[in-house]
């Protein structure tokens, strides 16, 4: 009946502990109150579309009223009876006739506008929900619905925001973006629709109504908020990390659905107002989806191998937003990263919010990779180590049987070897030796490491619950660096931490100016809800304190970085990845640009084609320049060949070595010398950085 069907949907927003008082509140009349059923966002059409009167909810005045539309008794009986009888009464009864006065329209076609702000998991999600919108086949068998992308956002029906929930700074820009969204709305409304309000198609009344576009909040910020986006109506969509999959239904229960009456396009109204889901889950990874990147071209791609983490440091809001760690089975991710590198990626950045946690526990992972001997004194199952001893994971369940960081990063390394990997972002607590030995042995595996300190004070990174002490990090810091000499490092720093005194606030001082980072992100402290030092510790640090700290912080790690690129690269030979044109390149000063093995940032020089030598050509004549006896006549007539060669085109995607010859800060500057292969680099001894050979002047 009308009254149990709408019982249900009334079950689907409450739980079933509330299917007492919704019955007590509708009882015998059927009538909902509409402060009631705007609690619940039900719309007065979808509210309309379910009783069509009160008549019809109350069993005494229920008449049984069948439309004229052909079908009879007979046709639900031949429907439910066995195949065998079906073909005998098709005969008798014919097919079941079609309704001309209310048909269901072609499928909706939406356009999407979706903006990323945050980190790389952010930007690697945005390729997901890319994906799962695009998935046209799939939309339309379920929801009869279809996407597509739009860069203009006033041409979007839907305009979704990827949000962030680390920093409040980063939040306001999303309350900012959303209020300015809403008013452009209303002041350039989508065209108008004719919405058809009632349930008998005879008693529709046709009006106008103003198109709104649908804003979605999506994201970290969508999970800590949840319904509170909805304030002050700057959101009508709230789905949080772990509930993508569900953008296509929430979309298609918030638009307009077309309808085709007696020839006329006309639309019935949203069934909901607004649509929330943020359930996190236990073991979404999205491994089955293969993102959709926006920048196909991009020679560099990120590919998620785990979500979540189990860390919980006392400021951190991510375990709130992003749930516990799970992490995808290896051979997805080795069979998603070689579909990249046959399509022209040449690096790989593997993604996790504790990316060098990961542990692929499935049953082939098991099967294959069994566990090792416990070691007892380690506290921990077998198979898992941290950096060094003075190192904790807050977690004790970690370890076991299973794939590792160390055999994912093996196994990525091992598609090609002219194929580069990254990762991001790691905690400190888990780089084993084996990982950093694997990194000195691969050299498709850049030196290349984030290493987030957060504080130098040993009783800062207590409170911040870290796992760590300053003189284990040190200690890690110098196992790094006898491991991989060529390693880059960065990090990053939280100033005003709860309770930060001067002298703490000195000691990352000099932590910093002990270890000299190549690259740091640097930020005021912002206390974030639900996490622990909001609920236990006191954010005390006055905010001019905060930024007098950090413009401290920044002022350290620039004057280091300087003073490490003038030391360590200007006069190297460093081997680059080419990404294209610089933005500031000019058509009077042409630029490009690409980063090193260590992901510095490098700009060269080039003409409006970038040309150089190529690898086959320069190769023997290093050889030769490389001898300590060769005859001074020989030598010249060798370079004058090699200088009379011909040039080869460089493009984006191929590796080129460059001679750095000037530091700007973290940013270096240099002169293209040849294009180049991974292998090719390594064979001439140059894998290190040498300085140029001094007899090789390449004019």
């Known amino acids: 009946s009308y009254y149990n069907i709408y019982i249900r949907k009334l079950l689907d927003y409450k739980t079933r502990r509330k299917q007492k008082m919704i019955k007590n509140l509708i009882g015998n009349s059927g009538h909902v109150p509409r402060s009631f059923r705007k609690s619940l966002k039900i719309t007065t059409a979808g509210y309309r579309r379910w009783f069509s009167n009160k008549s019809d909810l109350d069993p005494k005045k229920r008449t049984r009223k069948l439309p004229d539309d052909g079908i009879t008794l007979s046709h639900f009986v031949a429907s439910s009876k066995t195949e065998d009888m079906a073909s005998s009464l098709e005969e008798d009864i014919g097919p079941i006739p079609t309704s001309v006065g209310y048909l269901q329209a072609a499928p ?68 900012n973006r959303l209020k300015q969204l809403r008013a452009h709305d209303r002041k350039s409304p989508l065209n108008e629709l004719k919405i058809l309000d009632g349930e008998d198609e005879k008693k529709y009344k046709k009006k106008k109504n103003r198109r709104k576009r649908i804003i979605g909040v999506l994201g970290c910020m969508a999970e800590r908020l949840k319904e509170d986006m909805f304030k002050d109506g700057t959101a009508d969509l709230i789905v949080g990390p772990d509930a993508y999959r569900d953008l296509p239904r929430l979309v298609s229960a918030l638009a307009p659905t077309p309808i085709d009456t007696a020839g006329e396009n006309m639309y019935e109204a949203p069934m909901m107002d607004r649509a929330l889901n943020v359930e996190l889950s236990f073991d979404e990874t999205y491994a089955d989806i293969r993102p959709v990147r926006a920048n196909p071209g991009d020679v560099s791609a990120f590919v998620s191998v785990m979500r979540g983490c189990n860390n919980m440091c006392s400021y951190c809001v991510v375990p709130f937003t992003r749930g516990r760690e799970r992490s995808r089975e290896l051979e997805s991710i080795v069979e998603e990263s070689r579909g990249l590198f046959e399509n022209g990626v040449k690096e790989i950045v593997l993604l996790g919010q504790n990316v060098n946690s990961y542990h692929d526990r499935s049953d082939n992972a098991i099967q294959l990779k069994p566990a090792l001997s416990a070691d007892s004194s380690s506290g921990y199952k077998a198979g898992y180590k941290t950096s060094n001893d003075g190192f904790l994971n807050l977690f004790r369940l970690r370890g076991g049987a299973g794939y590792y960081f160390v055999d994912l990063v093996e196994a990525i390394s091992d598609i090609d070897p002219e194929l580069r990997v990254r990762f991001t972002s790691p905690h400190p607590k888990d780089y084993p030796p084996e990982l950093l030995s694997l990194m000195a042995e691969r050299h498709n595996v850049c030196n290349n490491l984030h290493m987030p300190a957060q504080s130098g004070s040993t009783t800062v990174l207590e409170r911040m619950r870290r796992g760590y002490s300053r003189e284990a990090y040190f200690e890690l810091i110098d196992d790094v660096r006898s491991t991989i000499p060529d390693v880059s490092i960065s990090s990053d720093f939280i100033t005003g931490f709860c309770g930060e005194s001067e002298e703490e606030h000195a000691d990352t001082l000099s932590l910093m100016e002990q270890v000299k980072f190549d690259q740091a992100y640097m930020f005021a402290y912002s206390m974030r809800g639900k996490t622990h030092a909001n609920r236990t510790m006191q954010d005390d640090v006055p905010e001019d304190v905060k930024s007098r700290r950090l413009q401290e912080v920044i002022a350290m790690f620039r004057n280091n970085v300087q003073q490490r690129n003038d030391e360590h690269e200007v006069g190297k030979l460093r081997l680059v990845l080419v990404e294209g044109e610089s933005k500031r390149s000019s058509a009077e000063s042409r630029r490009w640009g690409g980063r090193t093995d260590q992901n510095k940032r490098i700009i060269f020089p080039t003409k409006e084609i970038p040309q150089c030598w190529s690898e086959e050509s320069v190769k023997p004549i290093l050889s030769t320049l490389s001898q300590p006896n060769t005859d001074p006549t020989m030598r010249s007539a060798l370079m004058n060949n090699f200088i009379q060669s011909p040039k080869v085109q460089i493009e984006a995607g191929d590796y080129a070595v460059v001679e750095v010859n000037e530091a700007r800060g973290h940013t270096l500057r240099g002169e293209l010398l040849w294009r180049s292969s991974m292998q090719g680099f390594q064979e001439m001894g140059l894998t290190q950085g040498n300085v140029g050979n001094p007899f090789f002047n390449f004019g």
């Open 108 to 175: 909706r076609v939406l356009k999407f506008h979706l903006k990323t702000y945050g980190c790389q998991m952010n930007v690697n999600d945005s390729d997901i929900i890319r994906s799962i919108l695009l998935d046209e086949e799939e939309n339309l068998s379920t929801h009869q619905i279809s996407f597509e992308e739009t860069q203009e956002e006033m041409e979007a029906d839907v305009l979704l925001t990827n949000t962030c929930a680390i920093r409040e700074n980063a939040e306001q820009k999303v309350w």
